[in-house]
């Protein structure tokens, strides 16, 4: 693994490690998704192109390696995690981060840039802080992990996931491909915008203009992977050029393809990237109703509409990231999957006969994917499934299981984790 920037000195160093720092703190604190704090704090700072992209590493890396960290930090400082005071434990899993799982950020410049944070924010610890980080730039890679007796322990540590995730992983794929799948679920997603329909010519040349790499995306044929850690300073994103969308989450949208004039409803539609797209596929003689549980979420909707200027789409209140592993738990897999499962029944009603409907999640637990389904079509004959090879853009259909459905795996297909399946009501 190597830094997004090469080294920085203390005086220029401690900014863009500040702004990581606040929003580690935010999500710690306040719950907030890590990509929405980020892009709030990179908005309002003053970091260049190159300081962004570092502090945006150090966030999403810090995160990923959470486990991992608190497992060396229980050791370094010889207490519980849980017994530092909340600045401090951020500040020490930044240095930590820096230390053991980025190449090309000198030891004395982690440490001494986390030094000055500390003085900062917690000045009474600033000697502890260095001397906790300057015992793990001597132990470095020695510093142990758990025996690989226990399998699920090991790698629960070791690629810092939780432990009951790792079970349920090793469960369902086996040890070989669990290690590749928890590898690439801590490697730093690509950044993919969508272009306006039928507009990624134009987009990938105004890019080009501005001096900003970017590349058409292999599978869907809106996307394109952009080298910026704060797309939405970019030019063009004010305008409506482009929206921030994963690639996967391109292909559902893709997947229930609204026929012009289509009246489409998105159940869950924060934050409005699949809304947007389906409005635009659609088009004017189309209707798209999104709606949210969380007002606040569906504003964020409504805000996308308007930057992108799409009319046809109208508001309801119903209901990338790494910090989303350390807040769930078992429990939380079922009662989304009863969830999921009283979300369908409400909207099988309301679709036409002969329409089509696509449930998505963005997870690969079977629990909440073909169990969800399955059971949901026990119950409802009057649907029936449809293969989405036929529906996906032709390089995607290798995504599409023996099933029919549309199933993404980070370690296989470098996209994000996503399922989906489309079925039609019978005439």
Known sequence: MTAADGPRGSSTGVVPRGVALAVLRRVERDHAYADVALNAALAESTLDARDRALAARLVYGTLAWQGRLDWHLARLAARPVDALDPELRSILRLGLYQLLLLDRIPA????????????????????????????????????????????????????????????????????????????????????????????????????????????????????????SAAPQLLAGHARGDFVVQSEASQLVARLLDPPPGTRVLDACAAPGGKATYLAELAGDGGLVLACDVRPRRASTIAA????????????????????????????????????????????????????????????????????????????????????????????????????????????????????????????
């Open 304 to 427: 996308v509409a308007r930057r992108l200027g799409i009319a046809r789409l109208t508001l309801g209140t119903l209901r990338a990231h790494p910090e989303v592993r350390w807040s769930r738990t078992p429990a939380d897999v079922h009662r989304l999957a009863a969830l999921q499962a009283e979300i369908l029944d409400a909207v099988t009603p309301h679709l036409a006969h002969g329409g089509a409907l696509v449930y998505a999640t963005c997870t690969i637990s079977p629990e909440e994917n073909e169990q969800v389904v399955d059971r949901w079509l026990a119950r409802h004959p009057e649907l029936e499934r449809e293969n989405a090879a036929k529906l996906l853009p032709p390089a995607a259909a290798a995504f599409v299981d023996a099933d029919g459905a549309l199933r993404t795996l980070p370690h296989r297909d470098g996209l994000d984790g996503f399922y989906a399946v489309r079925v039609r009501r019978r005439t």
């Open 108 to 227: 004395h410049a982690a440490v001494a840039t986390s030094v000055e944070l500390a003085k900062g924010a917690a000045p009474a610890a600033a000697g502890l802080v260095n001397a906790v980080l300057r015992r793990a730039a001597r132990e470095g890679k020695a510093l142990p992990l758990p025996d690989a007796a226990n399998t699920v322990r090991h790698l629960a540590v070791a690629y810092s996931h939780p432990e009951w995730l790792v079970a349920r992983w090793l469960d369902a794929f086996g040890p070989n491909e669990t290690r590749r799948l928890l590898a690439a679920d801590n490697e730093a997603a690509p950044t993919v915008v969508r272009a306006r329909l039928g507009g990624r010519d134009r987009l990938l040349a105004d890019f080009a203009a501005q001096g900003v790499d970017a590349t058409p995306a292999r599978y869907a044929p809106d996307a394109v992977v952009v080298d």
